[in-house]
């Protein structure tokens, strides 16, 4: 990845170190990529969920901190709300951030998007994981 100009090599305390070259043309398309890898599987599984964006500060290529938690907005019809946090905390765990799930029924998401709600506009301009916006 480096020799492709992705990744940037720097020495500190005798250990290579990599980093996302952030000035790659390619840069965009792989931080959009990573996002879509989540491992968010185990975590949905069981669940009917129709959508999932990453949105936020985290979801713009070269956005976000160390410290920024990575917001998702999961559209379905979930029966275990409190089960599905506690597992995508786990997730977050994994990640080393806080996951902070934004989550609507089908019907609660059509009603915020006939009115216009910049939550849900704002959300669904991130990077899509799964289904259709």
Same mark, same amino acid.
Do not use: C, W
């Given at each position: 990845?480096?020799?492709?100009?992705?990744?940037?090599?720097?020495?500190?305390?005798?250990?290579?170190?990599?980093?996302?070259?952030?000035?790659?043309?390619?840069?965009?398309?792989?931080? $959009? #990529?990573?996002?879509? =890898? /989540?491992? @968010?599987?185990?975590?949905?599984?069981?669940?009917?969920?129709?959508?999932?964006?990453?949105?936020?500060?985290?979801?713009?290529?070269?956005? $976000? #901190?160390?410290?920024? =938690? /990575?917001? @998702?907005?999961i559209v379905g019809d979930i029966k275990d709300r409190p089960g599905l946090v506690d597992r995508l905390r786990a997730v977050g765990a994994r990640l080393?951030?806080?996951?902070?799930?934004?989550? @609507?029924?089908?019907?609660?998401?059509?009603?915020?998007?006939?009115?216009?709600?910049?939550?849900?506009?704002?959300?669904?301009?991130?990077?899509?994981?799964?289904?259709?916006?």
């Amino acid at each position: 990845m480096e020799k492709r100009g992705l990744a940037r090599r720097t020495r500190r305390a005798e250990r290579d170190e990599f980093e996302p070259n952030k000035r790659s043309a390619y840069f965009p398309m792989a931080y $959009g #990529t990573a996002l879509v =890898d /989540l491992p @968010l599987g185990e975590a949905l599984r069981g669940q009917r969920v129709h959508l999932v964006y990453a949105y936020g500060s985290l979801a713009q290529p070269g956005g $976000g #901190t160390h410290q920024s =938690d /990575l917001d @998702l907005f999961i559209v379905g019809d979930i029966k275990d709300r409190p089960g599905l946090v506690d597992r995508l905390r786990a997730v977050g765990a994994r990640l080393n951030r806080v996951v902070d799930p934004f989550i @609507l029924s089908p019907e609660q998401f059509e009603r915020a998007k006939k009115q216009g709600d910049e939550h849900v506009a704002s959300a669904l301009a991130g990077v899509r994981i799964m289904g259709d916006g």
